[in-house]
């Protein structure tokens, strides 16, 4: 009887251990613990919010953050919620269990997306190579992320799109659709753009983008705010000393020196090897050269920056001929006043430039990027109808331009050099040109841009003018600037810097003839500060003349600022 009852009370023990066991587990996280064990904050926001043990106090804990956690639920009275206790800078808070993670690359939380901005989509998160474009207002599928900056924000989503896999800027998406698709107004300069007309065919003002684009700084590149430059092409260099010597004397504080003119590559690229052979074949200069000439520059002082002819290039349109502009009467490129042009839409083309904008900046440490010909040809209104521009995603010309240059930016920051475009003095005018610049939609994503309004190309009475423009610079320039320029600064909401090329040469062909001597160079340079154009100034000598600079010496030398 007694082995009965002790058999008996060892049963009622078990059972109650069990029951006990039991009803622990189901206050207890299946993988609750004493031991506080590693873990990390997901969210599909930057931030998750964590509470102090009394509820009295919140933070946001940044997601991606590590942790620790027991794992253990605390139910909340008057609430059908449970928090796990986690470990964070030495003090303890609850947090709802979907914020908490075991593994860190599983901290994003997010499943789709809207594309705020038109995006281009990476083959992958290392490398510039493009397979697709999304436009605006696009939903994607999110796939996963390559990794998360320091606020929680994510660099590049890999995203699904139309059947294709690859990779996009985080910053250019919204989780709202609502957001992606509306137009973003700069007090009310929307609708300026809106009433922009499109009477060249270059595309609507309308339809580009005009959100916010935080500028760049680097602190191991720090840009002049005046930027006083001299050009330099490929074969000017040979005479760097000379220039150099020169450019000191005369308050000069930086120059633009060719890395890929059209038919005039400086250096034996392998990047150009790559992708087009023959600007290899042709290039000027060894790259030991042309690395050691840069490199004097640098050593000197100098702010060096690189020009690159984008999509004026016979020599990547011999070689790769699909990617050029077409003509359809003779089913060949089409060749326009002696130049191919490698079509705007191509992204084949798009790389190729930027690739060699990489490898300058990383190779020859040019601490700025200039794009120049970063457009489409001019004056085809007649021909028009029989040209096949190759546009694989339906943009108009001056969303290309735009999309182009959201994706070199994009590229050549990451290595730690400006960017800069070169545009028509056109391109500031109250329409979008017809090649497809528009100054608001350019100003918006670069960090300089370079008007070209040079004098020698006006109309004679541009502006209503009583004199032939060219003989009034000053004039003629104050009035571009002050009346279009700083119209057009105003409409965007974060505009480049201006730095304007300057004319550096004399007028031979128009009557009458005009000597551009120092005076005139002066007056120029004058004029666009007083308009508000205070940037700094490029000189365009397309031969580089050392003598015509030292002739023009006086007038870079002055102090346009008017302070010490």
Known sequence: MLVKNIFKGILFFLAAFICAYGLFSVLKDDEATDEYKDAYIKSDEVTAKAYSLD??????????????????????????????????????????????TKEENDVVGETK????????????????????????????????????????????????????????????????????????DHNGSYEVHVARKNPYGGGSAA????????????????MPDEVKSLYLNSSAIKNVDEYIELAKNAGINAFVVDIKDNTAPAYKSEVMKKYSPTNYTKAFW?????????????????????????????????DHPEDTIMDNRTNSSFLHNGSYWPSAYSRDVWEFNVELAKEAVTLMGFNEIQFDYVRFPDRTSDVEEYLNYQNQYGEEKAQAIQNFLFYACDEIH?????????????????????????????SNVVDVISGMPYPELFNKYEYGFSKPVWTVPYELLYHWGSKYVMKQQSLVPTPAIVRTWIQAYDITWRDPNTSYDAAKVEAQIQGLYDAGLTGGFITWNSVSSLSKYEQLSPAFSKNYLGSD
């Not at 983008?209 to 191991?220: A, L």
């Not at 400006?418 to 350019?442: K, L, M, P, T």
């Open 55 to 100: 509820f009295s106090t919140s933070i946001e804990i940044v997601r991606g953050t590590k942790v620790t956690t027991t794992y253990e639920k605390v139910s909340i009275e008057d609430t059908n919620l449970k928090y796990y206790e986690i470990n964070y800078q030495n003090n303890v808070y609850l947090i709802l269990p979907e914020y908490i």
């Open 113 to 184: 997306a809207f594309v705020r901005t038109p995006v281009s989509v990476y083959e992958d998160s290392n490398s510039s190579h493009l397979i697709s474009f999304i436009p605006k207002g696009s939903e994607v599928e999110i796939l996963g992320y390559d990794y998360l900056n320091d606020d929680g924000t994510v660099n590049k989503y890999k995203v699904r799109y139309n059947g294709i896999d690859g990779y996009i800027y985080e910053k250019y998406t919204v989780n709202i659709l609502d957001e992606a698709i509306k137009n973003y």
């Open 207 to 222: 339809n580009l983008d005009y959100f916010p684009v935080e500028k760049s700084t680097f602190e191991n590149n720090v």
């Open 286 to 318: 060894t790259v030991e050269t042309y690395r050691t000439t840069i490199q004097k520059l640098k050593d000197n002082g100098f702010y060096v920056i690189g020009r690159i002819t984008t999509f004026k290039d016979n020599y990547y349109a011999k």
């Open 414 to 442: 990451s290595v730690g050099a400006y960017v800069s475009a070169d545009v028509f003095g056109e391109s500031a005018h109250d329409y979008v040109a017809g090649y497809g610049q528009y100054w608001g939609a350019i």
